[in-house]
């Protein structure tokens, strides 16, 4: 298996546009994670998918994050307009669920390195 | 406040110490607890913890988990400088969500 695939892998981009990233979670997997790490802030939780249905996107800092996932092997963050304090790397992560109520380890991926200029 | 506290937040030894890193917890709905071990990329995963009591081990690596206490330990002997990382522990809740602790910087001197 490939893994968990992140698009793209470093993203540079100025203040007000608009930036797109792009996850491709493990096969046979129910439930993908969008994270976003800094030094600051350490790993945080924006928004949790299961069986492709958003379930807790109460991470997601402001309106100007949005977050999809139309079928199970797809999912994307967007961020409209960017801003500086975006920069930050992005994390996509998934697991299957099999033990009702018992957390999988979650299988990261490589992560997109955003900066916001 | 769901919280996961680890310590030290950043350790230096040198090469064929051991070391113990901590997580402690307070978390509503506890199912699990996950250690990771991050480098330069994404965090990869070592060990998932549901008992108490009930020594997970990996080579030199191993952990446990006190759930009365509500903490656990991650134990490395005879470190070398590939384990060198961040060490992340998160507790798992009944909603599958991860509570993750902002991890342990651990440098491994030659």
């Known amino acids: 298996d490939a893994g968990v695939i992140q698009s793209p892998r470093h993203e540079v981009t100025e203040m007000g546009q608009e930036v797109t990233l792009r996850c491709k979670p493990i096969s046979g997997h129910n439930s993908l994670f969008w994270y976003r790490q800094t030094m600051m802030r350490g790993l945080e939780l924006l928004i949790y998918?299961?069986?492709?249905?958003?379930?807790?996107d109460s991470g997601m800092p402001e309106d100007r994050f949005s977050a999809k996932m139309p079928n199970a092997s797809f999912s994307t963050l967007k961020i409209q307009p960017s801003e500086p304090r975006d920069s930050a790397v992005y994390f996509c992560?998934?697991?299957?669920?099999?033990?009702?109520?018992?957390?999988?380890?979650?299988?990261f991926g490589p992560g997109t390195r955003l900066t916001v200029l | 406040e769901d919280k996961v506290v680890q310590s030290p937040l950043s350790l230096v030894v040198h090469e064929g110490d051991t070391v113990t890193l901590n997580c402690s917890y307070e978390v509503t709905n506890f199912r699990s607890l996950l250690w990771y071990k991050q480098e330069k990329k994404a965090p990869t995963f070592l060990f998932m913890l549901t008992s108490s009591g009930i020594e997970k081990k990996s080579g030199r690596l191993s952990s446990i988990l006190d759930k009365k206490e509500l903490f656990s330990i991650l134990n490395i002997t005879a470190t070398q400088t590939g384990d060198s990382a961040i060490y992340l522990c998160?507790?798992?809740?009944?909603?599958?969500?991860?509570?993750w602790g902002a991890g342990t910087k651990l440098i491994i001197k030659p």
């Open positions: 998160a507790v798992g809740r009944s909603n599958y969500q991860l509570i």
């Open positions: 998918f299961n069986n492709n249905v958003p379930i807790d």
């Open positions: 992560a998934s697991s299957l669920d099999r033990l009702a109520g018992v957390s999988a380890e979650q299988f």
